[in-house]
């Protein structure tokens, strides 16, 4: 199976493009896969298996590209919209932490967890740090 590494989806997210592309590890060359279905900014993306999540960026959003299929879904929208949150993954939990508000550009420290398994967002533990974004784990 082909591994694929999406950091340089990342870029394109924090600058708001919508233009994707993967390392195939098996052909050891970039290829282009199907844009975005709509783009934002400060969007965050992580991957779990052979899947791609984008969460947020100014929206309730979570776009879920399957690199098997080549196909764009959309999961449960994140309760809280927000800019340039941090994602981190522990299994088949996605955490979205910290970030600006959407609707005054404050800092939040808000942080919600999302059961890929389940398509379903939980409210975690307030984050100490309030000035907290982009986290990258």
Same mark, same amino acid.
């Given at each position: 199976?082909?591994? !694929? $590494?999406? $950091? ?7 600058? &708001? #493009?919508?233009? #994707?592309?993967?390392?195939? /590890? /098996?052909?050891? @060359?970039?290829?282009?896969? =199907? ?13 779990? &298996?052979?899947? $791609? ?8 959003? #979570?776009? $879920?590209?399957?690199?098997? @299929? ?6 449960? =929208? +994140? =309760? ?5 949150? &941090? ?12 970030? !600006? ?8 420290? +808000?942080?919600? +967890?999302? /059961?890929? #398994?389940?398509?379903?967002?939980? @409210?975690? =533990? ?12």
């Amino acid at each position: 199976m082909k591994q !694929f $590494i999406a $950091i340089i989806m990342t870029l394109c997210l924090v600058l &708001g #493009v919508s233009s #994707v592309s993967a390392w195939a /590890d /098996d052909k050891a @060359t970039w290829q282009k896969e =199907p844009s975005l279905p709509a783009s934002g900014s400060g969007q965050g993306a992580c991957t779990i &298996g052979n899947k $791609i999540y984008v969460v947020g960026g100014g929206s309730n959003t #979570v776009k $879920i590209y399957d690199l098997n @299929t080549k196909k764009w879904t959309t999961g449960a =929208p +994140i =309760p809280t919209a927000r800019h340039y949150m &941090g994602v981190a993954v522990d299994g088949q939990y996605i955490y979205a932490i910290g970030g !600006f508000s959407v609707e005054n550009w404050t800092y939040s420290n +808000i942080v919600e +967890i999302y /059961d890929t #398994v389940k398509n379903e967002w939980t @409210t975690g =533990p307030l984050c100490r740090w309030q000035k907290l974004h982009q986290l990258q784990l």
